[in-house]
């Protein structure tokens, strides 16, 4: 953990503190060319402001603060996240292991993993009866194929000598699993976690922009509703920032279980 904590230098900062100049000027520029259709980075930053200075208010069902509608949009993240994984880690397992396993579920994989979250959303109403079970659930079978991907991968490519060491050994199927197969892969297993949950960070949008009711996407287009584009810009800036922290979370546990890091 410290070799990884010590790559993050001074130098790091400046870099990303000099990517968001970049940014700013890219969106202020966009201001200008749009004789300000769409707000520039101050008036947007005023009503940020605004936003953050009483974010977890509750009026009633569609006026709640960008604080509780965050947190019904992550609350709804983790756990279609958490399904998909719980789904995709043991199937990748099977998959990566065994033939028969890769030949049988391969073909529905590469069918239902190119599928648009806006075509599920409908059997997920028709399932669930509720909007916020199906936008879990389109969370959960869009989010689940990197990650079953990336372990099948990594099972699939556990060297001969690993796998003959063991049966030489005479390990059990458990100590194996749990000595040699989980070890080698893991580092693939995250890796997949983290591109899961990138996507299912962006599905959560389009899914409560068709779910309503509460959330950062149902507040995205609530706001489009009201005319306010500073409102839909900040929310813009919100998701994008939840987006980079999850994936440097993941970046760090990628680092921390790769073989390159011990």
């Excluded at 890769?102 to 590469?110: C, S, T």
């Excluded at 556990?158 to 892969?185: C, E, M, Q």
């Excluded at 899914?207 to 995205?220: K, R």
Aim: charged residues 10%; proline residues 5%; without cysteine.
């Amino acid at each position: 953990m410290k070799n990884i904590l010590s790559k993050y230098s001074p130098l790091s900062t400046l870099y990303f503190l000099g990517s968001m100049l970049i940014l700013m000027g890219l969106w202020q520029l966009v201001t200008i060319v749009t004789k300000a259709e769409i707000p520039g980075p101050i008036a947007t930053w005023a009503v940020f402001s605004e936003m953050m200075a009483e974010p977890f208010y509750d009026y009633g069902p569609n006026d709640k603060g960008i604080g509780l509608q965050l947190w019904y949009s992550l609350r709804r993240v983790f756990v279609g996240f958490a399904l998909g994984s719980l789904i995709a880690i043991p199937a990748g397992l099977v998959m990566g292991s065994s033939k028969v396993g890769m030949n049988l579920l391969n073909p529905i994989v590469q069918i239902l993993r190119p599928v648009s979250p806006l075509a599920w959303f409908p059997l997920g109403l028709l399932a669930f009866k509720a909007s916020d079970q199906a936008t879990i659930f389109i969370i959960t079978i869009t989010s689940m194929w990197p990650t079953l991907i990336n372990t099948a991968f990594g099972v699939s490519s556990i060297p001969s000598d690993h796998k003959n060491v063991a049966k030489a050994f005479g390990f059990s199927r458990w100590k194996y699993l749990t000595k040699v197969l989980l070890p080698f892969a893991l580092p693939h297993i995250v890796t997949g976690l983290r591109l899961s949950i990138g996507i299912a960070w962006v599905v959560i949008v389009a899914g409560e922009m068709l779910s309503g009711g509460v959330g950062i996407g149902f507040f995205v287009w609530d706001s489009w509703n009201g005319l306010s584009l500073e409102k839909i810009l900040s929310a813009i800036l919100i998701i994008g920032t939840v987006g980079l922290l999850f994936d440097k979370i993941f970046n760090v546990l990628q680092k921390a279980f790769s073989y390159e890091s011990k």
